[in-house]
């Protein structure tokens, strides 16, 4: 069973950067995509962004595309999404979450396909 925790959150000025980071317990997720997702107040979660567990393939959701990257770092069993440029519609509870296969652009898109999840980080951007 791997237990994720997301870290980095906080409050940041519209334009500036953070790093989020996600760290993987119980056993290497290594062999795992990796995703994140957000869920601002009254709204449903949406997908941001995923790498799949090579980091060959990545994907980004359009509204964060150019400004968002996702990196993994495997020795660390950790996956970090860089926010460049936050916006205050960026504002929200970002989770990553976990699944064994990469599997279609749609699926990837979908939280509902994702194994196991993180209890989340608080993101609040300042205009």
């Known amino acids: 069973q791997v237990q994720l925790v997301e870290s980095g959150g906080g409050l940041v000025q519209s334009g500036s950067s953070l790093r989020l980071s996600c760290a993987a317990s119980?056993?290497?997720?290594?062999?795992?995509?990796v995703g994140w997702f957000r869920q601002a107040p009254g709204k449903e979660r949406e997908f941001v962004a995923a790498?799949?567990?090579?980091?060959?393939?990545?994907y980004y959701a359009g509204a964060v595309e150019g400004r968002f990257t996702i990196a993994r770092d495997n020795a660390r069993n950790t996956v970090n999404l860089q926010m460049n440029s936050p916006k205050p519609e960026d504002k929200a509870v970002y989770s990553c979450?976990?699944?064994?296969?990469?599997?279609?652009?749609?699926?990837?898109?979908?939280?509902?396909?994702?194994?196991?999840w993180g209890q989340g980080t608080q993101v609040t951007v300042s205009s």
């Open positions: 119980g056993r290497t997720f290594g062999s795992d995509s």
């Open positions: 790498i799949s567990a090579n980091g060959i393939f990545i």
């Open positions: 979450a976990g699944r064994r296969s990469w599997g279609t652009l749609r699926a990837v898109a979908e939280d509902v396909q994702w194994t196991y």
